[in-house]
């Protein structure tokens, strides 16, 4: 475990259980952060934290369900409590339901309305049971979870994740007279378990090879891109960035701002 940008500082991740918040404990850890690790499944939580302090780092686990309220509050005040505050909230949870796209149904609006509470209510719900506990620490940060789909006709999951990228926003400019930073980030296609189980390998396959001819640069997307990204928006090298969504997509997305 070596030591770097975030040593003394606390960070904690929702649906750090497994993927790319599993991904981002072990990167954060790295620099020397103590990670709280937050999953809807408790013992998939513990598994990375047990993971974090086996390689030396300082960790603890908290089953969390961010679509409920009470245990939002009740875990970021156990964080909070075991560490002595908190740094930096990456708001990695969401759902797409295992499809690209949720019916545009009447029948469904229940399965849209599941997709906001997690992805978008859930990320405030946190930000706000967050906030007490980074208000007056120095270089508190924020960071949500988005997606490129955001900006493509990819139902609930999209339009979820753009809500997101206003809330994001919005979050900016509340939050900052705390002088917490709130920035988002809007990967592709990576290689997390998630993105690969909700697809078959044939259609993973081939979606993988358009994606990578759409984008300026042509290889596949990792989770450690975005981890590169999630660390430099966590840190004082970003301390002047705030209610910025950052696509990390090798440039598929093609957007003028």
Known sequence: MTSGRFDGRVVLITGGGAGIGRHYAHRFAAEGAAI??????????????????????????????VADRDAVALAVTAAAQTWDGIDVLVNNAGIHLGEAQVPYTLESLGRWRAVFEVNVLGALACALACRPFMQGRENASIINHSTMAAYGPTGAYGASKLALNSLTLSLSTEFGADGIRVNGI??????????????????????????????????????ADLADVALFLASPQASFVTGQTILVDGGATKRPA
């Open 36 to 65: 709280a690790v937050t999953d809807l499944d408790g013992a998939a939580a513990k598994r990375v934290a047990d993971e974090v302090t086996a390689a030396g780092g300082q960790a603890s686990f908290h089953a969390m369900d």
């Open 186 to 223: 809007a990967p592709g296609l990576v290689d997390s378990e998630s993105a690969m189980a909700w697809m078959g390998e044939a259609e993973r396959a081939g979606l993988q090879v358009s994606l990578v001819a759409a984008q300026a640069i042509r290889r596949p997307g990792q989770m």
